[in-house]
């Protein structure tokens, strides 16, 4: 199982690449409700961020992702904590946490040259 951040739900939006279809070849996708979360106040706002947030959203959506309830303050913390106990890999782009993920071991894949991901 890949565990998507909030970042990388962005990526279609931002480099018009199908984040769904490139990492579901690797296994199978899911999201936090957290991050969800996320996405729904960036995307009650106007601008850049908020119509990339639109986008992710409405993808979930389509792409009926898998959503999953996990309880925890801070969404970088509550992904790490998820895929320690669920030995799961995580798609991010966000440098903090890939070293916090690394760090424990876990799997991570992220975007390369803004068209294709790469397993670390």
Sequence with gaps: MILLDTNIILIPAQFKVDVFEELKKYDKLCILSQSIGELERLSAGKGKKAREARVGLELIR????NIIEYSGQNTDKTILNYA???????????KKLIKLLKDNNIIVFRLRQRKYFVEE
């Design 62 to 65: 389509i792409k009926k992702s």
């Design 84 to 94: 320690i106990e669920h030995k799961c890999k995580v798609a991010t782009n966000d």
